[in-house]
């Protein structure tokens, strides 16, 4: 194993903190991996990683090369892709909710990989909290304000929102005609994957934000679980338009109070600051970009 094929193993040793899901990821014996690190350390007379039965860690000494190593990786990485106009290629791992995948990600994709055919999407979906380092994702795309974190956060969209609820619950509850008159009213609760709180739900007046909290019978962590509430008849729920476009034609869901609106969400894509993104990731940005520009010029 060369240097930079060494150096290689050995950076995703230290973002997945083990040689068995190192070697997975590298598609490698899990002994080529242990003997490529041992050699490293060797060839540089110190230890660069802290070992125990259930984890592995980078030593100071192992932290400060983990970065000269993505630096030099990322140069080659570029160098290569510059001669003979040479694409990128390889594995992208990529976290997404699966409701955005599946409408602004998945459709357009052929397109994106007839153009770079060399690069392999691996998906992840759900929505709860990833350690992009510790898992090996490369990057994700996240809906909603974002807290503060040492991942590099590049914004995409702002998705229009809207409020709805079930014909069969508004023929119980009535529907609503303010949004500083909802008592009786009841609605879904949604638990933050990033707080562990139940959002409130949002409206704007006069330019200014109000938010409401009012009773909940069941609260969920998913998506796709919190428009099946919805439908089921358990309240009042906001969501994205775009995944209640389908229902609002079916009748499934009907759209109130759409003269106070919830604020717009945010859709970024982040990917760790420590890690120089390679050529492979900085096209699939840039691709994503494109995507979702196309989609607000079409609505």
């Not at 759900?126 to 590099?152: F, I, Q």
């Not at 919190?226 to 009907?254: H, S, W």
Request: hydrophobic share 40%.
């Amino acid at each position: 194993m060369d240097r930079f094929d060494a150096m290689r193993v050995f950076t995703r040793v230290v973002e997945r903190r083990s040689f068995t899901r190192a070697a997975e990821d590298l598609g490698l014996p899990r002994s080529s991996v242990t003997d490529a690190v041992k050699e490293l350390e060797a060839r540089l007379g110190a230890q660069l990683l802290q070992r125990t039965t259930r984890h592995v860690s980078p030593t100071p000494d192992g932290e400060a090369h983990y970065e000269r190593c993505l630096r030099l990786i990322a140069d080659l990485e570029d160098a290569e892709g510059a001669f003979g106009g040479a694409k990128p290629r390889g594995p992208l791992h990529v976290n997404v909710h699966g409701t955005l995948a599946s409408h602004f990600v998945v459709p357009h994709l052929p397109g994106f990989l007839s153009e770079y055919p060399g690069i392999e999407v691996l998906f992840g979906e759900g929505d709860r909290y990833v350690d992009l380092v510790r898992e090996g994702v490369d990057c994700a795309l996240r809906v909603g304000n974002l807290p503060d974190s040492d991942l590099v956060a590049r914004r995409l969209a702002t998705l229009e929102e809207a409020t709805c609820a079930s014909p069969a619950y508004l023929a119980r509850h009535g529907v609503p005609e303010r949004a500083d008159a909802l008592d009786g009213h009841r609605m879904v609760g949604f638990r933050s994957s990033a707080t562990g709180a139940v959002l409130p739900l949002e409206f704007t007046t006069g330019g200014k934000l109000r938010h409401v909290v009012l009773p909940v019978s069941v609260t969920v962590g998913g998506a796709e679980t919190y428009a099946a509430a919805a439908r089921a008849g358990l309240g009042l729920i906001q969501a994205p338009r775009y995944r209640l476009e389908e229902d609002f034609r079916r009748g499934a869901l009907v759209p109130v109070l759409e003269a106070t609106p919830p604020t717009r969400t945010p859709v970024s894509v982040i990917y760790p600051r420590a890690k120089l993104p390679s050529p492979r990731l900085r096209v699939f940005i840039d691709w994503l970009a494109g995507r979702f520009r196309a989609g607000a010029a079409t609505g």
